[in-house]
């Protein structure tokens, strides 16, 4: 699944393509990419139809088009599911396969969504006000990310030390810091040489602290090379893949030499996913426990 590097890659070729323009017509071309639109897919086409690009945001994950006209405005939020992408094409190309909404631009392009797996899909939210900026509804509730003037290093960390559950499991909890996946967590807890089962409470402030800049800097260099692709189903509006698999530690290295000690990369089972560690560098709850 996309975690915030993907999605601002996304979102920073969607800007370029998007702001200004004008949506001259909508296609919804399966109905599950509009199920989480309470109005059904009729709806969402008449009410994005004719309105003016504002912009495009982000908050963690999620990703929304802002547009309006002189009577409403609305955020248009896009849930990309494993396989969603967000694709310019000039108006008349040959539509993929897995093509589920088509949005027709004033410029002679389409806005396509395109999602093998369909789960994903688009619905329209309206926003709200919250003391940093306005958001969609359905977003309100997600921590601010590690690039919003709104994030607090402090505030994290004391939110971590207020839990008591696996460092990881916290970590990927969108209402602690919203953007992390299992990709950029790994990353970030081998950086801080911190196993994923380790327990909040028992994890010092400064070393918790460490691992949030850690988590802010991974991501902001995963975005510099356009995030993350292991395979055809993340790629940029353009279609072109991310670089940063090459510059992983951890996640997908299973039984390669860690880049810091040689030991070779673990993976264990985790929250219905893989754990990547070191297990030198990273010692599990127990081996501390046995070594004191």
Known sequence: MPELPE???IRRGLAVHLAGRTVRDVEVLHPRAVRRHVGGGLDLVNRLRGKHVDGVERRGKYMWLLASDLSDEVAAVVHLGMSGQMLIAEQGAEDPIHLRI???LDDGHELRFVDQRTFGGWLLDDLVDTPARKLPESVAHIAADPFEDAFSRDDVVSALRRRDTEIKRA????????GVGNIYADESLWRAQLHGRRRTKGIPRARLGELVDHITDVMGEAIEVGGTSFDDLYVNVNGQSGYFDRSLSAYGRTGLPCPRCGTPVLREQFMNRGSHFCPNCQLPPRARRQTR
């Open 102 to 104: 088509r949005a027709v």
């Open 7 to 9: 999605v601002e890659t």
């Open 171 to 178: 970590i990927l909890d969108q209402t602690v810091i919203s």
